[in-house]
């Protein structure tokens, strides 16, 4: 038994283009948006080099099949009925293939990826859930549940079933936060699994270290380090050149030395050794 919330309103998101796609975004679009951004960026140079790349990103969301020339209107017809978008492809100036486009389904905890965890809802998780469900949430694998707390919130609790909805509880406390419930039955028990989406957490930027690895040794006025940090480090370089001090005492014959240089006297030159000894 699943308790739904109504989704919240989300805002218009930023056009995708072709170009600006990755493994997680392509799971915004759908089979109609791949067609239009493929028209759209057919002329572009860059796609036309690098087309193995963009068809392997819209390929991790959408299932793509090649509909040849020979089975092209029974083929159409199979394809629609099968829920596929057909359309054209145009991969240069004189090529044209015709694709047959579905996104990939979600309907099992193993189609879940860290790609697309964030583009589906909460009730939507809660439906896959309760579709693959038996043993609760400990009977997923370590890797499942990973994916899906790297996009929703989970808590779950084990009560008898007369006691899970009591006032107050922690059911409805969740419940009145926004959650989504799924409830596993456990005999006269039952596991309450609460289900909310994490929000979009901007990750920080460190711009000054990863530029200072691929500038080639150009200066960055943006990757140089704030001048409290210059300060910082010059007052750990002097904390750590202390002076040399000696002891008096400690000075000897054996350890006591003095290096200094005796101008020559031209007026005192001597042809060797023998000046100095007297005859």
């Given at each position: 038994m699943r308790?739904?919330?109504?989704?919240?309103?989300?805002?218009?998101?930023?056009a995708l283009s072709l170009k600006t796609l990755t493994k997680s975004t392509v799971w915004d679009v759908q089979e109609n948006d791949i067609f239009r951004m493929w028209e759209s960026a057919d002329k572009d140079a860059d796609v036309r080099e690098n087309l193995r790349h963009y068809s392997?990103?819209?390929?991790?969301?959408?299932?793509?099949?090649?509909?040849k020339e020979e089975d092209m209107d029974a083929a159409?017809?199979?394809?629609?009925?099968?829920?596929?978008?057909?359309?054209n492809i145009r991969?240069?100036?004189?090529?044209?293939?015709?694709?047959?486009i579905k996104k990939r389904p979600i309907t099992r905890v193993t189609d879940l990826t860290y790609e697309n965890i964030r583009h589906i809802?909460?009730?939507?998780?809660?439906?896959?859930?309760?579709?693959?469900?038996?043993?609760?949430w400990d009977s997923l694998s370590q890797s499942i549940q990973d994916i899906i707390e790297s996009?929703?919130?989970?808590?779950?609790?084990?009560?008898?079933?007369?006691?899970?909805?009591?006032?107050?509880?922690?059911?409805?406390?969740?419940?009145a936060d926004g959650y989504d419930v799924l409830e596993v039955p456990k005999g006269t028990w039952v596991e309450a699994i609460f289900v909310k989406q994490k929000?979009?957490?901007?990750?920080?930027?460190?711009?000054?270290?990863?530029?200072?690895?691929?500038?080639d040794g150009e200066d960055d006025e943006e990757g140089d380090l704030p001048i409290d940090d210059y300060k910082n480090h010059d007052d750990e370089d002097e904390e750590m050149e202390e002076p040399t001090t000696f002891d008096d005492e400690?000075?000897?014959e054996d350890n006591y030395r003095t290096t200094f240089e005796i101008e020559t006297d031209p007026d005192e030159e001597a042809d060797g050794l023998e000046d100095y000894v007297d005859e």
């Open positions: 308790t739904k919330q109504q989704a919240p309103a989300q805002g218009n998101k930023k392997d990103i819209i390929r991790s969301a959408f299932m793509i099949e090649e509909v159409k017809k199979r394809y629609t009925k099968q829920g596929y978008k057909v359309g991969i240069d100036e004189q090529t044209k293939v015709v694709w047959a809802s909460a009730a939507k998780l809660v439906e896959v859930l309760e579709r693959n469900f038996g043993g609760g996009g929703f919130d989970i808590s779950t609790t084990t009560l008898p079933k007369d006691r899970l909805r009591k006032p107050g509880g922690m059911y409805e406390k969740k419940l929000p979009e957490a901007e990750k920080p930027r460190m711009k000054f270290q990863s530029e200072s690895i691929f500038n400690e000075i000897n």
